[in-house]
């Protein structure tokens, strides 16, 4: 029996993934190059060249409808095909600073000297034309494409990491339920090894005592030491889990906070077995399964 077969169709998606697109035309080349690393919410930043700035907002919200969780970077990169310059300068504003820097000479002498040159560094002296400004209004529908297709890519490249990651989970968890047959066919043999050692103990320090143990008492004190050493309801409730785990596997859609929750609560499990495990096999089978637990949480953490 293969994991998809004893765990149904692993729907899970990674939080890695890189994805690119690119288009030429007699107008511009474009390239959209977008890729996503582990964060536990959706954390979006992006880099576009000054002419696409105003349209930031419109392209990171397909990113927005479309991913859940993950520190994800967009970077778009633009090159105008024009034979006229894309700027041109304001010869208004320009004058306008001269102006004033002349004024500042007055005042410091030739400490307030600034070259020309440094001037076309100041706001508003190199203006976009306005051909420039329409030409990137008409890129937007082929902008919106190539995000959409790199973040198919990007997706599709999550979802593959995504059945890996599912693939090892599920062999973790069939470890667990394998490793936890044994505190459920040990419970009753520690009970009863319990219960021949504390009667030959009290009865090696009763000899030469004329006093007797009653079964009552001795019924009384394994009854204790079993309440005391039960594991059945974390046996019940980390398989509970597990099965709640399967289905977060199974089921559409980003799941992977709920996942986390439930390996945190199989954590919880795991370490009140181990405070009331006294049999060796008991205890070296929890440690096993804490081992298990900690490889799926290793692969939670990156699960969208």
Do not use: W
């Not at 693939?167 to 090894?193: D, N, Y």
């Amino acid at each position: 029996m293969t994991c998809q077969d004893r765990f149904g169709v692993n729907m899970l998606r990674s939080m890695t993934g890189f994805g690119r697109a690119e288009s030429k035309d007699d107008n511009a080349i474009l390239l959209v190059e977008i890729r996503s690393v582990n964060n536990r919410f959706l954390k979006l930043s992006s880099k576009l060249p000054e002419p696409l700035l105003p349209y930031q907002e419109r392209l990171e919200k397909i990113l927005k409808n479309r991913l859940s969780r993950g520190s994800v970077f967009m970077e778009i990169e633009y090159k105008s095909i024009q034979e006229t310059p894309g700027f041109y300068i304001n010869l208004e504003t320009l004058k306008g600073y001269y102006r004033s820097i002349e004024e500042l000479k007055k005042e410091l002498g030739p400490e307030g000297d600034v070259p020309l040159a440094a001037l076309f560094s100041l706001p508003g002296i190199c203006e976009r034309t306005k051909s420039q400004e329409n030409n990137a209004d008409a890129l937007v529908p082929t902008l919106e494409r190539l995000v959409d297709s790199a973040l198919n890519e990007l997706i599709n490249m999550r979802t593959q990491e995504g059945k890996v990651l599912g693939e090892e989970i599920t062999r973790s968890k069939e470890r667990i339920l394998k490793l936890l047959k044994v505190p459920e066919e040990r419970a009753h043999e520690v009970v009863s090894g319990y219960r021949d050692r504390l009667r030959k103990r009290v009865s090696n320090l009763l000899k030469g005592v004329e006093v007797e143990l009653s079964d009552n008492d001795l019924a009384r004190e394994v009854a204790f030491f079993a309440e005391r050493s039960d594991v059945t309801e974390e046996v019940a409730r980390l398989k509970s889990h597990i099965g709640q785990l399967e289905d977060a596997i199974n089921e559409e859609g980003p799941s992977g906070r709920r996942q986390e929750f439930l390996v945190q609560e199989m954590f919880r499990e795991a370490n009140t077995m181990g405070s009331k495990a006294t049999d060796g096999d008991m205890l070296r089978a929890i440690i096993d399964i804490k081992m298990e637990i900690e490889k799926i949480k290793e692969q939670v953490f990156n699960v969208e």
